[in-house]
């Protein structure tokens, strides 16, 4: 157990030195070292944290974006659809004021077919009524249809009340003439005996005119200034034309 | 082959040079040899330091040696971890040094003279009281040997000397010890017994040089925070918050 004096100053001042040297050498600059990449890291944590929070701000930003582009395109695919909706009821209501205006032009068309062929009917009718009648009356009364029809004209003329004589007389008066429509020729003695008979019985100075229409069929009329005396056998064949009318028409709400 | 014969207790009895009162022993050749590699070292490891991702694996080393003293200090001081570590550290890395070279053949650790262990511990004797009264004062220091009362006073002194005395005789004799069982072993069985022994020997020199430091970091904590209330969490918090 023995201590050199002399070494033992020499190892504290050894130490001392050591101290000194470490210190300068070794301890600072380590420490520094490791100061310094410990700020490095806190840094790049620092970093990373901000970079971070940027990306969060930037994901709650993107979202909310793409909600309003999702509610903004809701909003238009419900518009569009709202749109094609009333676009189509547009166009249906079109369309069906178009059938419905085709239906009408072509009930109008049928209308007017049926109107044409109840007046050819009419008109078929009452010649052929007429033919059956004439010769009915002929094989009945063996009597010209024409020669009975114009007696039962002077019949008429001369069954006349004062009233109508008067009526006929004041057009006569006033320059206008007396007209015998028929739908056959009447033949000349006939012409000749109602002209008598109009002289006679309506007035002497009377212009009498014979015509022939179709539109009385078979048939007389006498007329002088919007007055007139008719018979025809077109009061029978209204009454079928309007039967017959009926019975189309009851066929075609059948049909529809 | 042995610098220190098996009858010689110390290094210090293997003098090189004499001049007068000037005497160069084998301790203090080993123990500049050994401040030479820690400079020298230091200053190679030093010298391309960097501070990025990576890292030389002697800075590495180094880095977790500092790194290590310094949470020891922490634990113990609790604060001025910086103002304490490089007299911890020099005197931990002297020793440690010191004795991890033992398994060379030829060498002798300066620690295992008792010289040596002395000025270590005189250096810490004198490093408590002034690293107490840097921090507390002349007057508060001083307290701390009156307290809890005056009677105490004895008590304190004969610990401060013992404690001292405990550290140097603690490493001299643990190292000395071991050189000397080793010497005494190759004597006996050359072979096998003295490998074993020269690693629990390496083992030694570390614990040895880890009591050293610590003994004096407590010493130094007992002497700066005496009287100052226990608890120093916040520190801690601290810590935790900077590893984070």
Known sequence: ?256 | MEVVAIDQISPDQVILFTWGIVTVNATLAYTWLIMGLLVVGSLVITRDLSSERTMSRWQNLMEVIVGTIRSEIREIAHEGTDTYFPFIATVFLFILFSNVFTFIPGYVAPTSSLTTTTALAILVFVAVPLYGITKNGVVEYLKEYFRPTFIFFPFHVMGEFSRTLALAVRLFGNLMSHEKVIAILLAVTPLFFPVVMQVLGLLIGLIQAYIFAILAMVYIASATQTHEETGHKPTKETETVKIQ
């Open chain 1, 1 to 256: 157990m023995h201590i050199d004096w002399f070494v033992f100053l020499c190892q504290i001042v050894n130490l001392l030195l050591l101290l000194w040297l470490l210190k300068k050498f070794l301890y600072g600059r380590i420490i520094g070292a490791m100061d310094a990449r410990e700020a490095k890291i806190a840094n790049t944590f620092e970093e990373a944290e901000k970079a971070r929070d940027a990306a969060r701000a930037a994901e709650s930003q993107y979202e909310q974006r793409l909600q309003r582009l999702e509610t903004e395109y809701e909003g238009m695919m419900n518009s569009a659809r709202q749109e094609a909706e009333s676009r189509r009821k547009e166009m249906m209501d079109l369309a069906r004021a178009e059938v419905d205006r085709l239906q009408e032009r072509w009930l109008e068309t049928v209308r007017s077919e049926r109107d044409a062929f109840l007046q050819e009917l009419r008109r078929m009718a009452g010649t052929q009524i007429y033919a059956i009648t004439r010769r009915v009356l002929r094989d009945l009364a063996d009597v010209e249809l024409e020669k009975r029809i114009v007696e039962i004209l002077m019949e008429r003329i001369e069954a006349m009340d004062e009233e109508e004589r008067r009526k006929f007389r004041d057009s006569v008066a006033e320059g206008g003439f007396i007209t015998v429509q028929s739908a056959f020729d009447i033949p000349p003695d006939e012409q000749r005996r109602l002209d008598e008979a109009i002289h006679r019985h309506i007035s002497d100075g009377a212009e009498v005119v014979f015509e022939r229409t179709d539109d009385v069929m078979t048939g007389y009329e006498l007329k002088s200034d919007g007055h007139k005396i008719a018979w025809s056998i077109k009061d029978y064949v209204d009454s079928l034309e309007e039967k017959f009318y009926h019975a189309l028409y009851e066929e075609a709400q059948e049909k529809r």
